[in-house]
């Protein structure tokens, strides 16, 4: 690492060169058609893809599931990540490798991209934090049961920020 770039973890603070910071990003993007197509060892090199991107780009992953369908992460970044462009570089990035190690998920997936154009970005504080880690890791574990369609990715995020913030939990 360079030396004007450093980062040493002190009360969930991050120090670099003239600053001090603590942004954590709660990132879900979907497939395209949501179309399941990373299971069957797709999954673990989309962590494993995920993992260098954060390396690259110098920021970390505090928490990471990829479901069939969709990813979610838990992203601490600088000041200076911008976040849009860190989707498209990431998006784009696995998508470009996961077509050459699995070549067989553009045959499910019409026109050949993997990711639906759409993301959800959603800020954490430092009180609901955990709640989110809970939350991302508990997702292989959770089925729906309930009638009908399964609700979007999006709607169930939305109604649990919601949830979160009428119980009194988060301040908006």
Not at 29 to 44: A, Q, S
Not at 85 to 95: E, P, T, V
Not at 130 to 144: A, D, N, V
Request: charged letters at 30%; proline letters at 5%; glycine letters at 6%.
């Amino acid at each position: 690492m360079e030396k004007d770039i450093y980062k040493i973890k002190e009360n969930e603070l991050t120090y670099g060169r003239g600053y001090v910071y603590s942004l954590q990003y709660h990132i879900v993007w979907c497939t395209k058609y949501r179309r399941p197509v990373l299971k069957d060892g797709v999954d673990t090199d989309c962590k494993i893809l995920l993992q260098e991107l954060a390396q690259e780009y110098r920021f970390q992953i505090t928490a990471m599931e990829v479901m069939p369908d969709h990813i979610h992460l838990l992203i601490d970044a600088s000041p200076q990540f911008c976040i849009p462009d860190m989707i498209k570089i990431m998006k784009g990035g696995i998508a470009r490798k996961l077509f050459q190690f699995h070549p067989e998920i553009k045959k499910k997936l019409w026109g050949g991209h993997l990711w639906n154009p759409s993301y959800c970005v959603v800020t954490v504080s430092d009180r609901s934090r955990e709640q989110i880690i809970h939350y991302i890791e508990s997702q292989k574990e959770k089925e729906w049961s309930g009638p009908g369609r399964p609700p979007r990715d999006l709607e169930r995020l939305n109604a649990y920020h919601r949830g979160m913030t009428d119980a009194g939990d988060i301040r908006v």
